[in-house]
Protein backbone atom coordinates (compact mmCIF):
# COMPACT_ATOMS: atom_id res chain seq x y z
CA UNK A 1 0.00 0.00 0.00
CA UNK A 2 1.16 3.23 -0.82
CA UNK A 3 0.19 6.58 1.36
CA UNK A 4 0.02 9.99 -0.35
CA UNK A 5 0.44 13.00 1.63
CA UNK A 6 0.11 17.12 -0.10
CA UNK A 7 0.97 19.73 1.18
CA UNK A 8 1.61 23.68 -0.46
CA UNK A 9 -1.63 24.52 -0.97
CA UNK A 10 -2.79 28.51 0.48
CA UNK A 11 -4.64 31.48 -0.46
CA UNK A 12 -3.22 33.59 -3.27
CA UNK A 13 -3.86 36.50 -5.78
CA UNK A 14 -4.68 36.15 -9.20
CA UNK A 15 -1.33 35.75 -11.10
CA UNK A 16 0.69 34.45 -8.44
CA UNK A 17 2.12 31.08 -7.91
CA UNK A 18 2.13 28.36 -5.68
CA UNK A 19 4.05 24.85 -5.43
CA UNK A 20 2.08 22.06 -4.40
CA UNK A 21 4.22 18.68 -3.18
CA UNK A 22 3.00 14.97 -2.77
CA UNK A 23 5.31 13.25 -0.77
CA UNK A 24 4.68 9.43 -1.11
CA UNK A 25 5.61 5.96 1.20
CA UNK A 26 5.65 2.55 0.97
CA UNK A 27 5.31 0.39 -2.30
CA UNK A 28 6.67 3.67 -4.33
CA UNK A 29 8.79 1.38 -6.43
CA UNK A 30 5.99 -0.20 -7.97
CA UNK A 31 4.38 3.05 -9.61
CA UNK A 32 3.49 3.66 -13.14
CA UNK A 33 2.56 7.20 -13.25
CA UNK A 34 1.35 10.38 -10.41
CA UNK A 35 -0.87 12.13 -11.02
CA UNK A 36 -2.50 15.89 -9.91
CA UNK A 37 -6.62 16.33 -9.87
CA UNK A 38 -8.67 18.86 -8.38
CA UNK A 39 -12.09 19.46 -7.37
CA UNK A 40 -13.53 22.59 -7.30
CA UNK A 41 -17.10 23.33 -5.11
CA UNK A 42 -19.65 21.78 -7.38
CA UNK A 43 -18.07 20.18 -10.06
CA UNK A 44 -16.38 17.11 -10.51
CA UNK A 45 -13.01 16.10 -9.97
CA UNK A 46 -10.85 16.62 -13.05
CA UNK A 47 -7.81 15.81 -14.25
CA UNK A 48 -4.60 18.55 -14.00
CA UNK A 49 -1.68 16.75 -14.81
CA UNK A 50 0.52 13.55 -14.71
CA UNK A 51 3.96 12.04 -15.04
CA UNK A 52 5.03 8.57 -15.79
CA UNK A 53 7.24 8.11 -12.78
CA UNK A 54 10.18 5.93 -14.39
CA UNK A 55 10.30 7.51 -18.23
CA UNK A 56 9.73 11.43 -16.63
CA UNK A 57 6.90 11.67 -19.44
CA UNK A 58 4.38 14.64 -18.90
CA UNK A 59 0.56 15.14 -19.55
CA UNK A 60 -1.27 17.85 -18.84
CA UNK A 61 -5.29 19.41 -19.13
CA UNK A 62 -5.55 21.79 -21.46
CA UNK A 63 -6.78 24.29 -18.95
CA UNK A 64 -3.22 24.18 -17.31
CA UNK A 65 -0.79 23.41 -20.26
CA UNK A 66 1.85 26.35 -20.41
CA UNK A 67 0.71 27.53 -16.55
CA UNK A 68 1.63 24.24 -14.33
CA UNK A 69 4.54 21.96 -14.26
CA UNK A 70 4.43 18.57 -12.93
CA UNK A 71 7.99 17.04 -11.76
CA UNK A 72 9.23 14.38 -9.47
CA UNK A 73 12.41 13.48 -7.52
CA UNK A 74 13.23 10.09 -6.83
CA UNK A 75 15.44 10.37 -3.61
CA UNK A 76 12.61 12.06 -1.73
CA UNK A 77 9.54 10.10 -3.42
CA UNK A 78 7.93 13.20 -3.98
CA UNK A 79 5.72 14.94 -7.47
CA UNK A 80 5.62 18.63 -7.50
CA UNK A 81 3.00 20.56 -9.19
CA UNK A 82 4.41 24.54 -9.90
CA UNK A 83 1.27 26.60 -10.90
CA UNK A 84 1.86 30.07 -12.07
CA UNK A 85 0.03 32.71 -13.23
CA UNK A 86 -3.06 31.59 -11.33
CA UNK A 87 -6.76 32.34 -12.08
CA UNK A 88 -9.58 32.30 -10.00
CA UNK A 89 -10.63 29.28 -12.10
CA UNK A 90 -7.93 27.09 -10.44
CA UNK A 91 -9.81 27.23 -6.71
CA UNK A 92 -10.16 23.92 -5.63
CA UNK A 93 -8.52 21.12 -3.46
CA UNK A 94 -6.20 19.29 -5.10
CA UNK A 95 -5.41 16.06 -4.78
CA UNK A 96 -2.60 13.59 -5.81
CA UNK A 97 -2.88 10.06 -6.97
CA UNK A 98 -1.17 7.21 -8.10
CA UNK A 99 -1.44 4.60 -10.98
CA UNK A 100 0.61 1.02 -10.80
CA UNK A 101 -0.25 0.21 -13.92
CA UNK A 102 -1.21 1.42 -17.51
CA UNK A 103 -4.83 2.16 -18.05
CA UNK A 104 -5.37 0.87 -14.84
CA UNK A 105 -6.97 2.88 -11.87
CA UNK A 106 -5.85 5.39 -9.51
CA UNK A 107 -5.95 3.64 -6.60
CA UNK A 108 -4.24 5.85 -3.98
CA UNK A 109 -5.04 9.20 -3.06
CA UNK A 110 -3.81 11.65 -0.57
CA UNK A 111 -6.35 13.75 1.65
CA UNK A 112 -5.96 16.51 -1.16
CA UNK A 113 -4.57 20.26 -0.28
CA UNK A 114 -6.72 23.53 -0.56
CA UNK A 115 -5.70 26.19 -3.39
CA UNK A 116 -7.64 29.14 -3.88
CA UNK A 117 -7.22 31.82 -6.12
CA UNK A 118 -8.82 35.54 -5.40
CA UNK A 119 -9.61 38.05 -8.19
Known sequence: ??????????????GGSL??????SGRTFSSYDMGWFRQAPGKEREFVARI????????YA?????RFTISRDFDKNTVYLQMN??????TAVYFCARRATPGGPYADWGQGTQVTVSS
Open 19 to 24: KLSCVA
Open 1 to 14: QVQLVESGGGLVQA
Open 85 to 90: SLIPAD
Open 62 to 66: DSVKG
Open 52 to 59: RWTAGVTY
